[in-house]
């Protein structure tokens, strides 16, 4: 069989292929795990939806829905995706403005892989009567990532596009 191999990051995964997984009932960044890059010779974007996002509002504790999007640009790791599942319900029982939580999102992420890009765009549905849609990024700093980060944080949402999941 060809493909990635043992040496190549898959074995130290402890998630994935598990079939006693635990679901964090807490906030838990130490569940993230991260492989090699194969790929880390060129730029590619890898991109995440997860459509069941939910938190807990930190003042009644009310829970607040959202789609979060995470797209990156990876340099030597990328995250394994049962992983960054089980990260994201861990959010299930935390209590935080949709804002932090699009933020500490980013920077777990940063600090798990030092990507030389990132963005975290959280589009939660309405309670009171108004939706909240934090959106920020990241690019490595002295590089052409800071200036894209810049860049699309300048030219972000000019054009904003349908949004359905309301």
Known sequence: ???????????DLTLLGNQHT???????????EAVDSLHSNRDYFVKFNCPEFTSLCPITGQPDFATMYISYVPDKK???????????????NHGDFHEDCVNIIMNDLIKLLDPRYIEVWGKFTPRGGISIDPWCNYGRPGTKYEEMADYR??????YPEKVDNR
């Open 22 to 32: 635990q679901y964090p009932s807490d906030y838990a960044p130490e569940v993230l």
């Open 1 to 11: 069989m060809s493909g990635r191999k043992n040496e190549e990051g898959l074995k």
């Open 78 to 92: 990328i995250v394994e995706s049962k992983s960054l599942k089980l990260y994201l319900f861990s959010f299930r």
């Open 153 to 158: 944080m300048m030219n972000h949402d000019l």
